[in-house]
């Protein structure tokens, strides 16, 4: 029978499992901000949370009908939440309830809140009523990038919030804002990018407008209560990684620069200090990289090439005459750059690549794919075209895992041991 091979670093792990007993834990609700579906204008929401001692599950009850990814979101809340507070998912079940008087947009943007009110019902925390918070959760535990935020804002002011949490780098909100002008008998409908300090737009009315990268910060500002981060030290790359990694990080870096000229040569005006703030962090990427540090250096490229792709394909949707046909085919591009990291995965596969490398060029894989999905239902086009630039990057990067994974070898993991690890994440996919 052909072995399995795993980086080392992942044997030593410890899968840290809370004894804490969870018969039928008191409800925890929150409010969630949204928009309408008919008009951009904000909505708060009402979530209840509440866990008992189960096999799993996780049910999900809205009034009136969400999209699919709202259970989507309630699931990776319920592994997020189980995961930092070292719960074991399969002893519980999770349900959640979401009721609204008005028609809302269905979308990941709850996922955060979600978590942070998972993990007040798993540890019996109360949670403060004057914090309102919007963002996606991520796998990780990082909390992801969502869009209606100024309108958001305003209806959580308007309900007595104190305080308004929101995604890292979200600070400044540059949105399209159609506008319709009439000159006697004739209409002109234009498109105009509108720039929001949402953290000063909220200190204007006494609220608190803070970014947030991790969901223990979030359970932090809502609680009270401090979730430890495990720190691991120790040398978990192998020579013949760091080998592997420092070219493709050199060649990221190469790669952004790139892409920041090709897009500062068609930049539209209204976008053009968006673009020159993205030199700031290809810097930082370039001093990761001189240190050694080549994931760090990677990493920081991952985002800014969003950033960048998003910008640039903002800019050409602007200049665009049928703004349709041009949505439609960035959504074809990005499901050729998805169709090409499958392919990439599967080749990997074939070359008995280690473990860990496939396993995360699988996860980020699945990340573009879903990404893909919600940028087909969003209301939008701001949000559309982030979701895309986003999933053509996660896709890119699934392909640089999927090399990765073919570097060095690792050591020999039992059959059983493989088996019962992929039932657990198997029962909460």
């Known amino acids: 029978m052909e072995k399995k091979r795993l980086i080392p670093i992942l044997l030593i792990l410890p899968i840290i499992l809370s004894c804490t007993p969870c018969t039928s834990a008191a409800p925890v609700s929150v409010l ?16 209840t949370v509440w866990v008992t001692d189960g096999t799993g599950h996780v049910f999900v009850d809205t009034k009136p009908f969400a999209q699919v990814d709202m259970q989507g979101s309630a699931r990776v809340s319920s592994m997020v939440a189980c995961d930092i507070t070292g719960t074991d998912p399969e002893a519980h079940d999770f349900f959640y309830v979401i009721h609204s008087d008005s028609p809302v947009i269905g979308g990941p943007s709850a996922g955060a809140a979600m978590t942070v009110a998972t993990v007040a019902a798993l540890e019996n925390w109360t949670v403060d009523s004057g914090v309102v918070m919007t963002g996606m959760i991520n796998p990780d535990g990082s909390i992801g990038a969502v869009g209606g935020i100024p309108a958001k804002l305003n209806v959580s002011m308007r309900h007595g919030a104190h305080t308004f949490l929101i995604p890292p780098g979200q600070g400044n909100i540059t949105e399209i804002v159609q506008v319709i002008e009439q000159d006697g008998p004739s209409v002109t409908i234009s498109d105009e990018l509108v720039t929001t300090n949402v953290i000063e737009l909220g200190a204007a009315r006494g609220v608190e407008v803070r970014e947030i990268e991790d969901i223990r910060d979030a359970v ?60 700031h962090a290809i810097e930082d990427a370039q001093d990761d990289y001189d240190s050694g540090n080549y994931y760090a250096s990677m990493s920081r490229s991952f985002n800014t090439m969003i950033k960048i792709r998003r910008i640039g394909w ?94 060095g070898g690792g050591v020999e993991i039992p059959e059983d041991l493989l088996k019962d690890r992929a039932g657990r994440y198997y029962s909460q996919s």
């Open 32 to 47: 969630l901000p949204a928009v309408y579906s008919s008009e951009e204008i904000g909505v708060l929401t009402n979530l």
């Open 220 to 279: 932090y500002a809502y609680t009270g209560n401090e979730i430890p981060r495990i720190i691991l030290t120790g040398e978990v790359q192998t020579r013949g990684y760091l080998d592997a990694m420092q070219p493709l990080a050199l060649a990221l870096l190469d790669e952004t620069r790139v892409q920041y000229n090709e897009t500062d040569a068609i930049v539209d005006s209204r976008l053009k200090d968006a673009l020159d703030s993205q030199i």
């Open 314 to 407: 903002h800019s050409l949707y602007l200049d665009s005459d049928d703004k349709d046909e041009y949505l439609s085919n960035l959504t074809v591009c990005v499901e050729d750059e998805i169709a090409d990291a499958e392919l990439a995965v599967s080749e990997a596969r074939l070359e008995n690549g280690v473990l860990e490398g496939i396993g995360a060029a699988e996860s980020r894989l699945t990340i573009a794919k879903e990404r893909l999905e919600w940028a087909s239902h969003t209301e939008s086009a701001d949000d559309t075209i982030y979701l895309l630039a986003f999933a053509m990057e996660r896709a890119r990067s699934a392909k640089w895992w999927a090399t990765l994974s073919c570097v």
